[in-house]
């Protein structure tokens, strides 16, 4: 009688499963929360950095500070919009607490992100032209201002649905 009883106290694998899902998108959550709190700075001279080589290219202390901050930036990007899209917003999709709007306005999001990310690949600030150089401040600039509202709708909206569907 025992065993069955312990048989019957044995959580499911399905159960199991999903602890282990929720863990996994908790830790994904408080590491993005984490994450977007320490690209402020970066983002703020990132926008400073673009907005002057928009303007006026040859300034080499923009163009070092433009480089800094995409380095410090683009593995940060790649990796956070990898665990948003892969990970956090299928789970989310499927245990059903963001609405196929919100979900939208995410991915529209995160293309608008890669689309500029991709005006910014095999850039270097520190030695291509002028020319170039000015194209990319100005992606630069659009890509801070773009992450620093996405930033804000994220932990005013996403991070606070995926809190209340982990501790629901």
């Known amino acids: 009688m025992k065993t069955d009883m312990r048989a019957a106290k044995k959580p499911s694998a399905i159960r199991v499963g ?15 929360s984490r994450q977007e709190y320490s690209l402020g700075i970066p983002l703020l001279d990132a926008a400073v950095a673009g907005v002057i080589l928009g303007f006026r290219p040859s300034d080499r202390a ?14 940060q990007l790649n990796q956070h919009l990898l665990s948003e899209d892969e990970t956090v917003l ?14 939208k306005l995410i991915k529209k999001s995160h293309r608008e992100l890669r689309s500029l990310i991709g005006k910014l690949i095999g850039v270097s600030f520190e030695e291509d032209p002028d020319k170039v150089v000015s194209v990319a401040g100005k992606a630069l600039c659009a890509l801070a201002v773009k992450l620093d509202d996405l930033i804000d709708s994220e932990e005013m909206r996403l991070l606070p649905a995926l809190r209340k569907m982990l501790f629901a």
């Open 18 to 32: 999903k602890r282990a899902d929720a863990r996994k998108i908790r830790n994904l959550t408080e590491e993005l």
């Open 62 to 75: 923009m163009r070092t500070q433009a480089q800094r901050c995409w380095e410090t930036l683009k593995p």
């Open 90 to 103: 299928p789970w989310a999709k499927t245990a059903g607490g963001l609405s196929p709007e919100v979900m």
